[in-house]
T-cell receptor, first 109, second 115 residues
């Protein structure tokens, strides 16, 4: 079993819709959870991180964490064409960060 | 967040040669990591670069192939040794924030093509 799994893409949503990205992880000792965005040819950049169960909101982005289910999600409200990128879920067990395979998102104008 | 300078940004190398990638950070950091991103793939952790001691390698990566140096808290190098076409990847240096969350900041990456 892979340490971090994400819903396979590509995911296409119309402009203005909600994009939902999902991630599961295997290590119950994981302490912090991250969502990174990576544009083609660029390095990953942090969108947000979460470490407590529940929701965390930052602008159009909401991260949700359920440690009992070992599940993390990212919701993007009012999706924009500029949100088209690969979204990487990452998990921190101990002193390293492990990345999932990524989900490609396309927002169609 | 820290600013990371990584070089070279790209290189084309011949099979059997070695290349050293440099990573310079504008502030002292404790945690520094090297990742590999193969074409169309996600990031795979190669190793944690430890200051003053040997790097900690992940499963599937060995010191003979990917020797790492970390002489101080602002600098590290990754060498890709005896390269083959399978080593063609983007290699990324990253550092963790000082907070407990270990938020990573990445360098721009070094794109290696091995012929």
């Amino acid at each position: 079993q892979k340490e971090v799994e994400q819903n396979s893409g590509p995911l296409s949503v119309p402009e203005g819709a909600i994009a939902s990205l999902n991630c599961t992880y295997s290590d119950r000792g994981s302490q912090s959870f991250f969502w990174y965005r990576q544009y083609s040819g660029k390095s990953p950049e942090l969108i947000m991180f979460i470490y407590s169960n529940g929701d965390k909101e930052d602008g159009r982005f909401t991260a949700q964490l359920n440690k009992a289910s070992q599940y993390v999600s990212l919701l993007i409200r009012d999706s924009q064409p500029s949100d088209s990128a690969t979204y990487l879920c990452a998990v921190r067990p101990y002193d390293k960060v492990i990345f999932g395979p990524g989900t490609s998102l396309s927002v169609i104008p | 967040s820290a600013v990371i300078s990584q070089k070279p940004s790209r290189d084309i190398c011949q099979r059997g040669t070695s290349l050293t990638i440099q990573c310079q950070v504008d502030s002292q950091v404790t945690m520094m990591f090297w990742y590999r991103q193969q074409p169309g793939q996600s990031l795979t952790l190669i190793a944690t670069a430890n200051q003053g001691s040997e790097a900690t390698y992940e499963s599937g990566f060995v010191i003979d192939k990917f020797p790492i140096s970390r002489p101080n808290l602002t600098f590290s190098t990754l060498t890709v040794s005896n390269m083959s076409p399978e080593d063609s990847s983007i290699y990324l240096c990253s550092v963790a924030s000082v907070s407990g969350a270990n938020v990573l900041t990445f360098g721009a990456g070094s794109r290696l093509t091995v012929l």
